[in-house]
């Protein structure tokens, strides 16, 4: 069992901050890319930023200079601090990890649950 577990989603005003979290874990040996996709309602699945496991970063356009993406290889986590938050960046954003599992010593692709951040005007 692989399981990613998102946290730090709420609301927030526009203009504000906040910093959601993704942690890898079960039967698992170590965690490659991983990055952060969101969902708005109506739209299709979206790329937000990426992040090698080697600490390079991706991010898409539309939140290069707001948005940091961050790991903690140790801990199988990564880090989404978001500032400057728009109303257009309300979605349900989504952590995916490649993952080596230790059952089969293969690599999967894995999606947490999503966690849910709304920005109000």
């Known amino acids: 069992q692989v399981r990613l577990a998102e946290s730090g989603g709420g609301l927030v005003q526009a203009g504000g901050s906040l910093r959601l979290s993704c942690e890898a874990s079960?039967?698992?040996?170590?965690?490659?890319?991983m990055g952060w996709y969101r969902q708005a309602p109506g739209k299709q699945r979206e790329l937000v930023a990426t992040?090698?496991?080697?600490?390079?970063?991706n991010y898409a356009e539309s939140v290069k200079g707001r948005f940091t993406i961050s790991r903690d290889n140790a801990k199988n986590t990564i880090y989404l601090q978001m500032n400057s938050l728009k109303l257009d960046d309300t979605a349900v954003y989504y952590c995916?990890?490649?993952?080596?599992?230790?059952?089969?010593?293969?690599?999967?692709?894995?999606w947490g649950q999503g966690t849910q951040v709304t920005v109000s005007s």
């Open positions: 079960g039967r698992i040996v170590r965690a490659d890319a």
């Open positions: 992040i090698s496991s080697g600490g390079n970063p």
């Open positions: 995916n990890a490649r993952l080596l599992l230790s059952d089969t010593y293969r690599w999967g692709d894995s």
